[in-house]
């Protein structure tokens, strides 16, 4: 990676630093880490250390990111000296900014360094800050001064560096790319992409906004050049050949994740590594610890020498992957398109398998912007002298041809053939739409500018000026149609009606010599904004706030804390529709079993959706917020159950992977434990964290940590970066020290090992209570109580107290039910716990109300720390 001596920064003199002497030590400090500058580095270096702007269009591979760090560098030095701001480094993914926040760390140490993603800030006041391209957009709203005049000193925004710039097209989020460049016309900017495609208009705007030359460094030569090709035999036929002519890796591009795994399945057929290999890829895996679910599948591909990568696996399978690819050890990687973003595999061959996607709303051809990003992946510089991007033509069309080569000349033969067709209604493309989007160079950039309630609070919040007026420049001059800006001022007028109505923003007049009244209206704001306002988790102070509509005393108190907590965090969609899809399959059966026809059961269906707790509570609550805090209009609270879920029903990750088949999303459900872990570790008050709400605190902290260490670990780290003076790590350093930390033993962590136990023992209420004897039966045989052995100790109590007898709602969660003594505490009948053993007995909550049934058990301390999961060692259930 890089030198650990930071490159030399001059000392400071009170001027500006010398361009030539900055550009000379920074270029010095590239050689002597072993990446010399490239002539087009270097020319996009010396425009932006003599001030210009650059647009910088150059293919992957070429060496961007070391032009940003150069960039970086000059700011830097400027900043020691008293002669400019801060400097910004932007991306459109968390992942990537975390990835160059370390690199930096790295370069200029961690007091130089600072990063800020939306849900964490570390150290924000140092003069280089990685963050995502929304916090920049806000930072410049809210930082450009009303009055017209710059920023000076520390708060300035001297230089913005935006990676991925083509995002600035992204309907969605294209706004974020566009501001900074309206609102911060004192800035330098290094606009960068590898498909920028004809930037005339983007460089000539930028240049009359700032009164700065701006410079486009494009054309350069691609390190590793490209091969394109369209491909009509089988598919398997391809890569086998690929990769007995060693042109392997071979990344086999889908655009679904299904898609990916199923082609991983069908090529285990294929004989892609020898025996040697296998051996090597398994002595390279270790004692790497592979989950259930998907774990198990990928444990199986790679033994075979194939890999999977998709957004949706794991990070530590992920990292996997990558690490053994880096090694030459997987011939074949079968993942979806992600690796157009930037993912760390070594790529010799780019193979499509089509050049059609679901863009969320229909099918469609790749644009060629798309095309390129995904191109531009293969070749690996250092490695390759050459890349090669393959295109599979549909099947039917292969299909065809292997039909015709297999009649040969006989004529007969040949009139026989029932030609397939493309699949009715389906998108089809041709060895013309592969040559149109090979020749084509990326579409041009297209605005898409939004305007929301926090663009219009940020702009009112700014320091000095007419706010009116400051709106009015943003809604005119951005790159949007006239039609579209119209619809902008119209959108901006709603809102500031809904803020007066809000008492949020009064009308004012403000001194204005040209009008014969001498005052103009304009507006102003009646409150303070929050500090962090649109730079962090918008919905955390509402959490803060519903926190004082819950009961301290009430036993489901730790559930509804998390309750408040998940409704503010963004949707798993995933789980969401696993749970969704359980639910009504539960609900059909039981309207089936009512006899309900089938066109009510269908109307009734529409209604069933994932679980909502506290819905009743928050919804009206957080509707009521709103109205006096504002800044919030344009968030949306989401009540949902997944860390609940797994609670109430004692589920480890496996089995909530398990219940509602995301096996192929296990990456997607762990960020979002993971988010809801740091969410109420950061946002429950003091008054709220009992120790029902530690236990489960700890308990999601330890589930996360060891299903996949990686997130929190890197969290951890971005909270305690390393010190100029320590032994820097960087990320390819840590691939090489091993694939994943040990994890802790089960029983190390007290508090989350008790609520394990807690969770293991209400397991077995609930399956009680539904006289599940079988499933009881599984669980716990081994002791001594199979079905037989549930149903005989439970039937009394559901003869003499009904079908209703064990209670499973919030009293039957309740602190008081449940009894855990640790080693050496004392026993009901005296006696002490022995070492490596907990007692723990469970009431139930019978109808009666008499608490006089318990399941009572003792945990084997040693058998669970071996198992990873709760241990009973003994089993009691019946009257106490």
């Known amino acids: 990676m890089y030198k650990r001596q930071p490159p ?63 960039a970086q560098f000059a700011a830097l030095a400027a900043n020691r000296s008293g002669r400019g701001g801060r400097t910004y480094y932007t991306a459109p993914l968390k992942a990537l900014v975390s990835e160059k926040f370390f690199d930096l760390v790295a370069a200029f140490g961690s007091k130089n360094v600072g990063m800020m993603t939306g849900d964490s800030a570390v150290n924000p006041d140092a003069p280089i800050i990685c963050c995502t391209a929304e916090i920049l957009a806000n930072l410049a709203l809210r930082q450009a001064r009303n009055d017209g005049g710059p920023l000076t000193g520390d708060d300035a925004i001297a230089q913005v560096v935006m990676d991925e710039f083509h995002y600035y097209g992204d309907p969605q989020r294209g706004w974020a790319w566009q501001v900074p460049l309206l609102e911060l016309p004192d800035t330098q900017f290094l606009l960068m992409s590898a498909t920028l495609g004809d930037t005339t208009t983007l460089r000539e705007d930028l240049e009359t906004r700032t009164g700065r030359d701006v410079a486009e460094v494009a054309g350069a030569e691609r390190p590793v050049p490209l091969e394109f090709a369209y491909v009509v035999e089988p598919l ?55 989950g259930t679910g998907f774990g198990r599948t990928l444990s199986k591909f790679l033994r075979a020498g194939i890999g999977v990568h998709h957004a949706g696996m794991l990070p530590k399978y992920r990292r996997l992957v990558e690490r053994l690819t880096q090694k030459g050890l997987l011939k074949v990687v079968c993942g979806t398109d992600t690796l157009g973003v930037g993912i760390n595999v070594p790529i010799r061959t780019v193979l499509l398998t089509s050049l059609v996607k679901f863009d969320g709303e229909r099918m469609r051809h790749l644009t060629a912007r798309e095309f390129h990003q995904i191109a531009g992946r ?74 929301s309630h926090a663009m219009v609070l940020n702009v009112l919040a700014r320091p000095g000026g007419d706010p009116v007026a400051a709106m009015r420049h943003l809604l005119t001059v951005n790159h949007d149609t ?143 917020y709103k109205q006096t805090n504002p800044w919030v209009a344009d968030a949306e609270l989401s009540c949902k159950s997944v860390v609940r879920d797994m609670l109430e029903k004692a589920m480890t990750f496996g089995e909530l992977v398990s219940a509602y088949g995301l096996e192929r999303t296990e990456g997607v459900v762990l960020r979002y434990l993971a988010d809801a872990f740091r969410a109420v570790r950061q946002v429950v008050p003091d008054e709220h964290r009992t120790e029902d709400v530690h236990e489960v ?115 039957a969660r309740a602190a008081s039910l449940i009894t855990i003594v640790e080693p050496g505490g004392e026993l009901p ?48 259930v019946g009257t106490i």
């Open 236 to 290: 398997t036929d391809t890569i086998s050949e690929l990769v007995q002519t060693h042109r392997a890796p071979v990344y086999v591009v889908h655009f679904t994740q299904k898609d990916a795994v199923d082609r991983a399945q069908a090529l285990l057929s294929m004989k892609l590594a020898d025996k040697a290999e296998k051996e090597a890829i398994i002595t390279e895996i270790g004692a790497f610890r592979f």
């Open 829 to 876: 009948d005296g006696s002490r716990v022995p070492e490596g053993t907990w007692w723990v007995r469970q009431v139930l909550d019978d109808a009666d109300g008499n608490h006089d049934w318990a399941i009572t058990a003792g945990v084997d301390l040693a058998a669970s720390d071996e198992a990873g999961q709760v241990m009973l060692r003994a089993l009691r």
């Open 482 to 624: 006239e039609a579209a800006r119209a619809k902008h001022v119209r959108q901006a007028f709603r809102i500031y009606r809904s803020l007066r109505q809000a008492g949020v923003v009064e009308r004012i007049r403000i001194p204005d010599a040209s009008r014969p009244s001498g005052y103009r209206p304009s507006a102003r704001l009646t409150m303070d904004l929050p500090r962090d306002f649109a730079l962090n988790q918008t919905l955390s102070p509402f959490a803060l706030a519903a926190m004082d509509l819950l009961d301290v005393d009430s036993p489901t108190h730790a559930l509804d804390v998390v309750s408040v907590i998940e409704a503010t965090l963004d949707d798993p969609r995933q789980v969401l529709f696993g749970q969704q899809k359980t639910a009504r399959g539960e609900a059909v059966a039981a309207m089936k079993a009512e006899g309900i026809e089938y066109d009510e059961r269908m109307e009734l269906l529409e209604e069933v959706t994932w679980p909502k707790p506290l819905q009743d509570l928050l919804e009206p609550a957080f509707a009521t």
């Open 697 to 811: 605190i700890e308990w999601l902290g330890e589930l996360v940590r060891n299903v996949d260490s990686s997130l929190l670990d890197e969290w951890e780290r971005l909270q305690n970066p390393v010190d100029d003076d320590a032994d820097l790590v960087v990320e390819g350093e840590l691939a090489e020290a091993g694939a994943e930390a040990p994890a802790r033993p089960v029983t190390g962590n007290t508090r989350s090992f008790r609520r394990l136990v807690r969770n293991a023992m209400f397991r077995r209420v609930e399956l009680a209570a539904r006289e599940a004897y079988e499933a009881l039966g599984s669980l716990d045989g081994a002791l001594g109580m199979n079905a037989d052995a549930w149903g005989d100790a439970l039937d009394p109590l559901f003869e003499e107290q009904g079908d209703d007898a064990i209670g499973i709602g919030p009293q």
């Open 378 to 451: 293969a070749g690996r510089a250092g490695f390759d002298t050459l890349g090669e991007v393959l295109v599979m033509a549909p099947e039917h069309v292969i299909e065809n041809r292997k039909a015709l080569l297999k009649a040969g000349d006989d004529p007969k033969k040949k009139k026989k053939i029932v030609r397939k067709k493309a699949p009715s209604g389906a998108v089809n493309w041709t060895d013309s739409t592969f040559e149109r989007l090979r020749d084509a160079a990326p579409e041009p950039l297209s605005s898409n500018f939004t305007v």
């Open 8 to 70: 030399h920064i001059p000392a400071p003199t009170g001027k500006a630093p010398d361009p030539d002497v900055l550009f000379e030590n920074f270029g010095t400090w590239a050689a002597d880490g072993g990446r010399p500058l490239y002539p087009h580095q270097e020319e996009a270096l010396l425009e932006l250390m003599t001030g210009s702007h650059v647009i910088l269009a150059t293919p992957t591979g070429s060496g961007k990111s070391m032009v940003a760090m150069g």
